[in-house]
């Protein structure tokens, strides 16, 4: 691990790294257009490198230090920073998961808490950014019918790969996918949780994660039922 500070937002925090992974020396993020993007869809805050290789993903505290102090030393302070339950922690664990189940995400560079109470942007986490990569969901809603299905094709047989891991995605939706160059998959918003361990309880989680909404309709969410039910008892057959 190691002590970076980096100045965003106008001034400059100090991070406590754990597993650094070809970081620079001196780390500097500023937001841009890209990570105002990024932000319209989540309640995260999103910073570049100035030489355009890294993101670097931000939560902040859930609870205001004045207003709720309490709530706010024991959760956000002592639980997420000292304790290892930060977001960042969270995340770089799901991400060697996808990994480790067959699917592609960002290079990870590293993970961070600040130990500064003064600071509540206290959960840091730095990946690739993947300078030519679209969002799923504006990838999605640009298709015409044929190329959504195929696209949910695709989609359903990573999820059930995740399933057969033992695995569920805890926020399915298409704007935790990023389409890259190739048109390949790339799952960036990664938290993931272990399936139930009764046989007859995991289908019934796997299916109720897939929701209307964050399908983008009913037509899709029951393909998505079917092609991942499919995928899935076929595994455990084969």
């Known amino acids: 691990m190691t002590l970076l500070d980096i100045p965003f937002d106008e ?52 609870f205001d230090r004045r207003a709720t102090p309490t709530k706010w030393l024991l959760r956000d302070y002592l639980e997420k920073r000292w304790l290892g339950q930060s977001d960042a922690r969270k ?9 480790r189940a067959g699917l592609a995400t960002p290079r990870c560079h590293g993970w961070g808490v600040s130990l500064n109470p ?26 015409d019918e044929t190329a959504r299905l195929a696209f949910l094709e695709r989609f359903c047989r990573q999820v059930a790969r995740l399933a057969h891991a033992g695995y569920m995605h805890r926020d399915l939706h298409y704007n935790n996918l990023l389409i890259d160059r190739d048109n390949n998959i790339v799952w960036i918003d990664t ?6 361990t009764k046989s007859a309880d995991q289908w019934p989680a796997l299916r109720k994660s897939l929701t209307v909404n964050k399908l983008g309709g009913a037509r899709y969410q029951a393909f998505a039922e079917r092609r991942i039910q499919a995928s899935y008892h076929d595994r455990l057959s084969g």
Do not use: C, W
């Not at 989540?42 to 890294?54: C, E, L, M, T, V």
């Not at 995340?91 to 990994?99: A, D, G, T, V, Y």
């Not at 730095?126 to 640009?142: I, N, S, T, W």
């Open 91 to 99: 995340e770089f664990l799901s991400l060697e998961i996808l990994r």
């Open 118 to 143: 003064g600071n509540r942007n206290g959960s840091l986490l730095l990946m690739e950014h993947m300078q030519d990569a679209r969002p799923g969901g504006e990838v999605f809603d640009a298709l």
């Open 191 to 196: 938290h993931v949780r272990r399936l139930p």
């Open 11 to 62: 001034r400059r925090r100090r991070y406590l790294v754990f597993h650094p992974n070809g970081l620079p020396q001196r780390l500097s993020l500023a937001s841009t257009t890209t990570t105002a993007a990024f932000e319209a869809v989540g309640s995260s805050r999103f910073y570049i490198s100035a030489d355009q290789r890294i993101l670097a993903k931000v939560v902040p505290d859930k």
